[in-house]
């Protein structure tokens, strides 16, 4: 459960910072292509969004796998359920880290 917690706190912060960085500029200007790619070539932003996949995924999943566990007990159940929550963060977190390495290696 401190794994929960601890995600939710750092979330929570790096988000503050996230909407914080986005209220430097108009929303719709913000949303502009070039400003979107600017934003992702931005290695310390780049990095801060990245923390943010990483800690909401960790959050997300972890959340989902103690409800799915609460539903149904058996060792087998919980296996499938921990690891399946697993693998579809990585699979998450790996797509989503996706768009920022195409746009820095010029492939966007």
Known sequence: MKIHYGT???????????????????????????????????IPYAIMLELILVLLSVHGFNGLRVILLELKQGKTYEKAVSYGCLAAMIGLIAYGSRTIIMVNMGMV
């Open 8 to 42: 939710a706190l750092a979330a929570v912060a790096l988000v503050a910072v996230h909407v914080l960085m986005r209220l430097t500029m108009n929303f719709q200007e913000s949303l502009e292509y070039e400003n979107v790619l600017a934003n992702y070539k931005f």
